[in-house]
């Protein structure tokens, strides 16, 4: 899977940024969580912009966050991100 694929990477020194459903319940968030040199967590949730219809703004069906994984650094920061949407 993706996680995978990110954590081997990160081992070869790269750095990988992914944007993830906020699933904890599931298996691949423990791996990532355990990987990540950074996590943030977002409040409310994300919407994506329909480049069809611009003003048609689809919220994400569930809370998001961003894991980072880096080589270079060491530890785990973690992030709450308040996001600030136009209603």
């Known amino acids: 899977n ?3 694929k990110a954590i081997a990477e990160k081992r070869k020194g790269a750095r990988i940024v992914m ?4 699933a904890t ?3 691949w968030f423990k791996k990532a ?4 040199s950074e996590v943030r967590f977002y409040t409310g ?3 994506f912009i329909n480049p069809d219809n611009p003003g048609l703004n689809t919220p ?3 809370g998001s966050c961003v894991f980072v994984f880096d080589a ?3 530890g785990r ?5 308040d996001i600030q949407l136009d209603r």
């Open 2 to 4: 993706w996680v995978n």
């Open 19 to 22: 944007l993830l459903f906020a």
């Open 25 to 27: 319940d599931t298996r």
């Open 33 to 36: 969580w355990t990987e990540a």
């Open 45 to 47: 949730r994300l919407r």
């Open 60 to 62: 994400a069906p569930k």
């Open 72 to 74: 270079a650094r060491w």
């Open 77 to 81: 920061a973690v992030t709450l991100c």
